[in-house]
Every structure is written in structure tokens, then in C-alpha cells.
């Protein structure tokens, strides 16, 4: 009888823990997410990306206005991931523009070394 009771009172400090530790867990607004998401968009665009990866800089976007409606309507999870999304295209956007920005400046190089070649040659 005392071993059912151990047993009984063991089961509801159980439960009781995985119901705090349950509202514990709950989906927190992803505003630091979305915030983040936002930033570097922000530096994406300053180093030219609308130019030289339009169209992960168009997805970013895209995916920070499906979180920032996801926020309106409380679908924090979707809101989450979106703003997840948003963060990995803005931050490959930047990457490939300035990628692109060092190719073309390692281009200009090159070139102004070759004129300087031909040009001792002379």
C-alpha cells in the first residue's frame, strides 16, 4: 500500500513538472529573429546586392514579410522560421555581392598589371 502511494505521489510530482516545464516551452515571439533578419538585410543592401544578387536579396525580403504577417496573426512558429530564412538569404546575398565586388576589383588588377607590363616593355 505504501509502495502504491510512493508510486502515486512519484507520478503527480511528475506531472506536475512536465506541466511547468510545458508552459515553460512555449514559442516566444521571434522579434531578436526578425530584428536580425532585418540587419542584415540592411548591410546587404549597402553592399550592393540589389544589384549583384537580386534575387537572394528579393527572397530575404520576401521571407521577412512572411514573418512579420506570420507575427500579426500569432503563428509564432512560421514567424520563426521565416525570419530564419530571411536571415540565411540576406546573409548569402551580402556574401555573393561582395564575392562579386572582390572578382571585379581582382579583375581591374590584373588588367592595370598588364598595362604596366606592356607599358616597361616599350
Same mark, same amino acid.
Given at each position: 500500500?505504501?509502495?502504491?502511494?510512493?508510486?502515486?505521489?512519484?507520478?503527480?510530482?511528475?506531472?506536475?513538472?512536465?506541466?511547468?516545464?510545458?508552459?515553460?516551452?512555449?514559442?516566444?515571439?521571434?522579434?531578436?529573429?526578425?530584428?536580425?533578419?532585418?540587419?542584415?538585410?540592411?548591410?546587404?543592401?549597402?553592399?550592393?546586392?540589389?544589384?549583384?544578387?537580386?534575387?537572394?536579396? /528579393?527572397? &530575404? +525580403?520576401?521571407? %521577412?514579410?512572411? #514573418?512579420?504577417? =506570420?507575427?500579426?496573426?500569432? @503563428?509564432? !512558429?512560421? $514567424? *520563426? /522560421?521565416? &525570419? +530564419?530564412?530571411? %536571415?540565411?538569404? #540576406?546573409?548569402? =546575398?551580402?556574401?555573393?555581392? @561582395?564575392? !562579386?565586388? $572582390? *572578382?571585379?576589383? &581582382?579583375?581591374?588588377?590584373?588588367?592595370?598589371?598588364?598595362?604596366?607590363?606592356?607599358?616597361?616593355?616599350?
Amino acid at each position: 500500500m505504501i509502495a502504491k502511494r510512493v508510486v502515486i505521489y512519484s507520478l503527480s510530482v511528475l506531472g506536475g513538472i512536465l506541466l511547468i516545464s510545458g508552459c515553460g516551452g512555449a514559442v516566444k515571439p521571434p522579434t531578436e529573429k526578425i530584428a536580425n533578419a532585418e540587419l542584415a538585410i540592411s548591410r546587404a543592401q549597402d553592399s550592393n546586392a540589389k544589384t549583384l544578387a537580386p534575387i537572394e536579396l /528579393r527572397q &530575404a +525580403e520576401d521571407n %521577412l514579410q512572411k #514573418a512579420k504577417a =506570420a507575427m500579426k496573426t500569432e @503563428e509564432l !512558429e512560421k $514567424a *520563426r /522560421r521565416f &525570419a +530564419e530564412k530571411a %536571415l540565411l538569404d #540576406a546573409t548569402l =546575398a551580402e556574401t555573393k555581392a @561582395e564575392s !562579386e565586388t $572582390a *572578382r571585379q576589383a &581582382a579583375k581591374q588588377m590584373r588588367e592595370s598589371i598588364e598595362t604596366l607590363r606592356q607599358e616597361t616593355r616599350r
